[in-house]
């Protein structure tokens, strides 16, 4: 089984509405990222966790939220959807108790807002 | 601030062929640097690292060298295959800034027979 899973792989929604991405890790790690990828962009950081208790917005963290609701566990909403949030979004981990910190990715959630 | 730039794409190479894929970079700290691939409809995935100057970070055949002193990290392989075929993201984190992550905007490598 993958170590980072995100749900649903593929979405299609229509602008204003609630969307919900989740992502569920079983490699222990205590970091929890969210990023969207963008033709030419890269990734940019939308929002980070370091633990349950601490969240931190990231690069692009406007018109999105997110709830840690247990370490394995870190979900991100689009309050009212708009056809610019349209991208591949990927929910990443890693070991703050580690040296160097590398990210692990699940595989990717495509969203396409109409 | 911290950032990662690598060299435009895409890039097309005939099997066999010498690969090098340019990364520099501008850090405040001491950072750590990373290549990542993404094969066609997948997530990243850590390809080398290296943590410290003038480290080597080598996988798969792959290979890229810490140069502090032109702050670079190029990926280089001798004979790509077919199967190399995927974009490459150079990144580094810098543990001042809580380790957050910069990726560079992606090379994207076709590889043919």
């Known amino acids: 089984d993958a170590d980072v899973t995100q749900t649903p792989r593929n979405r299609i929604t229509k602008t204003g509405k609630r969307i919900m991405l989740e992502c569920s890790q079983t490699?222990?790690?205590?970091?929890m990222y969210w990023y969207r990828q963008d033709p030419g962009l890269g990734l940019r950081l939308i929002y980070y966790?370091?633990?349950?208790?601490?969240?931190n917005k990231g690069e692009i963290s406007d018109g999105y939220s997110v709830s840690r609701q247990a370490q394995a566990k870190f979900s991100l909403s689009l309050e009212s959807a708009i056809p610019n949030q349209t991208a591949l979004y990927f929910c990443?981990?890693?070991?703050?108790?580690?040296?160097?910190?590398?990210?692990?990715f699940g595989p990717g959630t495509r969203l396409t807002v109409t | 601030g911290d950032s990662v730039t690598q060299m435009e794409g895409p890039v097309t190479l005939s099997e066999e062929a010498f690969l090098t894929i340019n990364c520099t970079y501008t850090?405040?700290?001491?950072?750590?640097l990373f290549w990542y691939v993404q094969y066609p409809g997948e997530g990243l995935q850590l390809l080398l690292k290296?943590?410290?100057?003038?480290d080597k970070g080598s996988n798969k055949g792959f290979e890229a060298t810490y140069r502090k002193e032109t702050t670079s990290f190029h990926l280089e392989k001798g004979s790509v295959q077919v199967s190399d075929s995927a974009v490459y993201f150079c990144?580094?984190?810098?543990?001042?800034?809580?380790?957050?992550?910069?990726f560079g905007t992606g090379t994207s490598l076709t590889v043919i027979p």
């Open positions: 966790s370091f633990d349950v208790k601490d969240i």
């Open positions: 990144a580094l984190s810098v543990r001042w800034t809580g380790n957050q992550f910069y």
């Open positions: 990443a981990t890693s070991d703050g108790r580690g040296t160097s910190y590398e990210q692990y």
């Open positions: 490699k222990g790690h205590d970091r």
């Open positions: 850090a405040t700290g001491y950072p750590s």
């Open positions: 290296a943590t410290k100057a003038d």
